[in-house]
């Protein structure tokens, strides 16, 4: 039923399954498309497509991969009159995302007081499952971060509000409600704030090893050789919590709206219904706990930095979410429409000349950041119009996982592991074994193969690659 329609492009027809209202479409290589085929991705695709009120396509980027109702890597935008909001199409860990620091620091001044960063940053940052921050918050002051983000932390002293420009957003998403937010994820989330987690966070020293375009680069401040740091981090417990909440109130909620669904982890409300709203409200929130969150750790690795090598002088390049439902004006079928984008698991890919754009990125387009597995090349690429006309201005996000977590602990230790990307220039420190050995560089797919695809699709472009040598982990 699966059918190449184009190089990279590879179109689910509606008669794939009953009920589904538009096509499904997935950017991928032959390679790439059998991986995807070996799990539920396809169904879950096209069990999207069967959502009430969506426009377009339903969409999954190369690095797709089954995941709880929407594939990660998915992507569809629903008519804000007549559409739905799906939490399952947002994802547990609302707004995770990277961010990407540029240095002056030459890959030659750093080597050798490598460990001593790593060091120095691992204990600067907390890492690992369930760890609390050293921040501690009162419920006042949590309802703050909720509704202020990066703002909140540039103004308590975490970073300028310089930082706040290259954040999508600026770091803060307007419509957020603390009050939309349960005691329970606020208990969750209070004591979390500056971690970095577990799982596939990490906060990465890189160097970039190639430049691809060399006006993006500059615009970027991204200079062959130089050092970045790459932070990849969420919203924590609370995000997770604010997840589960909406999801059982959107099951309820579904029987009152006469919404009939495939799969009950498809869970969705009428946008404008009181529970939509009110989940846009959480999630928005939630999402700027997860800027604050990234700001915060960001301020810790200039700290780091400054302590091992005199001087923390790096700015942020841009900080994107991954996990996020967004209200946005695209074209669909030639004319102009106000839809809700869900990106699990994908990137914003916004080019050139959009109001969006920090104003020294207008010229350019929007940064998009892509992170490869553990010990793996990242890149960064930017935003185009193609994307603009094909998958409602969004990118990939990542590698994208290619094996399950319990398979990736197998035939290999945390020290084997260990000694083999020491042995590929890769320092690691992490917070728990099997943490990981879950993350293995063979968990993942070819992030180089998802980059090329997404870009000889023509729906980013690349920029810079990116290769790390320091590693922490949760």
């Known amino acids: 039923m699966l059918k190449k329609i184009a190089e990279h492009r590879y179109v689910i027809p509606k008669s794939f399954r009953e009920g589904m209202t538009i096509e499904g479409l997935i950017y991928a290589n032959d390679e790439l498309i059998r991986q995807i085929e070996k799990d539920e991705t396809l169904a879950q695709v096209a069990n999207v497509a069967t959502l009430p009120g969506l426009v377009g396509r339903s969409l999954a980027m190369p690095d797709a991969h089954q995941g709880y ?9 629903a008519d804000m009159d007549k559409g739905v909001i799906s939490a399952g199409g947002v994802g547990f860990d609302i707004n995770c995302g990277v961010r990407l620091l540029v240095s002056d620091f030459t890959l030659e001044e750093v080597k050798p007081k490598l460990d001593a960063l790593l060091n120095q940053m691992f204990r600067d940052i907390p890492c690992g499952t369930g760890k609390k921050g050293v921040v501690g918050l009162n419920y006042e002051q949590l309802d703050d971060v909720l509704r202020n983000g990066a703002h909140w932390a540039a103004k308590n002293g975490y ?24 005691n329970r994820a606020k208990h969750r989330g209070r004591d979390q ?6 799982g596939n966070h990490f906060a990465e020293v890189q160097y970039v090893s190639e430049v691809f375009d060399d006006e993006a680069a ?32 959107m099951q309820s909620a579904m029987r009152k709206y006469n919404i009939q669904i495939v799969d009950r982890q498809l869970a969705c409300v009428p946008i404008k219904s009181p529970e939509g709203q009110n989940y846009l409200r959480a999630m928005a929130a939630a999402a700027n706990f997860a800027f604050a969150n990234r700001q915060m750790m960001s301020h810790w690795t200039r700290e780091a930095f400054a302590k091992v090598l005199g001087r ?9 979410c991954h996990n996020i439902a967004k209200e946005e004006v695209h074209t669909v079928d030639g004319a102009e429409r106000r839809v809700l984008v869900h990106r699990k698991g994908a990137t914003r890919a916004f080019p050139k000349h959009r109001p969006e754009l920090p104003k020294d990125y207008f010229e350019v387009g929007q940064p998009v950041l892509i992170p490869g597995s553990m010990g793996t090349c990242s890149y960064v690429l930017v935003g185009t119009e193609k994307a603009m006309e094909e998958t409602f201005g969004s990118s990939c996000h990542g590698a994208g996982r290619a094996m399950s977590r319990h398979a990736a602990k197998k035939n290999i ?18 917070a728990s074994k099997s943490g990981l050995t879950e993350e293995k560089p063979e968990a993942y797919k070819d992030v180089s193969q998802v980059v090329e695809v997404v870009h000889d699709a023509g729906i980013a472009r690349k920029v810079a690659k990116l290769i790390p040598i320091g590693v922490i982990k949760g």
Not at 69 to 77: D, K, L, Q, T, W
Not at 416 to 422: G, H, M, P, S, V
């Open 69 to 77: 109702g929407f594939a990660i890597g998915g992507v569809a935008a």
């Open 159 to 182: 970073g300028t509000s310089a930082d706040l420009e290259h954040i999508e957003e600026t770091g803060r998403l307007a419509s957020a409600d603390p009050t939309a937010v349960s």
């Open 193 to 198: 704030l500056g971690t970095l987690g577990s």
């Open 218 to 249: 500059q615009t970027f401040c991204l200079r062959q050789g130089h050092i970045v740091v790459m932070i990849h981090s969420g919203s924590r417990g609370l995000g997770h919590q604010v997840c589960t909440d909406y999801l059982e109130i």
């Open 312 to 320: 923390g002088n790096l700015h942020v390049v841009y900080d994107v």
């Open 413 to 430: 230790t945390a020290e084997q592991l260990i000694k083999e990307l020491k042995a590929k220039g890769v320092t690691v420190r992490g």
